[in-house]
Each structure stands twice: as structure tokens, then as C-alpha cells.
């Protein structure tokens, strides 16, 4: 795995991404971790309150270029985990 002081990841303050962060801040104590999630039907800030200073959260679209521009501002690694709103969804027919 490669080593960043400050790496930022989309769309993780829900359940399961909320637990990713966890896993990366055991396996990289030394990282620095910002979220850039949009706190929509699945994120919530919640999930990443016990982690208090080791996580930053930024709240904001990652389909919106001015916003991921500003969350990525002095980070050397970038996961892109979340997604657009709109591509997450699905009915429960499985169609789009």
C-alpha cells in the first residue's frame, strides 16, 4: 500500500465507508484522513464522530469540480470511493 501524510476519500461517512476509514487509519496511523462526502441518504456525519481529530470531514458533491478542487487542496493521495448521487441509486427492480 502506498504511504501519504494526507490522503482524502470520497464518499465515507456512511456505515461501511465509515469502517474503511477505520481499517486505513489502523493500517497508516501517520495519515492524516479528510472525507469528502455529501451527506445524503447514506453519509452522516455520525459514523465518523469517534474518530474525532484523526478524520477531517468536508461536506460537498463529488460531482461538483469547484468543491472536490477545494478537498483536495494539499492531500498526496486521493481515493475515489463515493460517486455521484444520482449513479447510487437503483429501484428495486435493479433497473436504473
Known sequence: MASFQRLIITGEAGFIGS????????????TS?????AL???GD?????DLGGDVE???????????????VEGCDGVMLVGMPNSMGRRSGNGSS
Do not use: E
Open 40 to 42: 445524503t441518504y447514506a
Open 57 to 71: 470531514l468536508v461536506g460537498g458533491d463529488v460531482a461538483d469540480p469547484t468543491v472536490v478542487a477545494a478537498a
Open 19 to 30: 469502517a474503511y476509514v477505520r481499517q486505513q487509519l489502523r493500517c497508516a496511523p501517520n
Open 33 to 37: 484522513i479528510r472525507v469528502l462526502d
Open 45 to 49: 456525519c455520525v459514523h465518523l464522530l
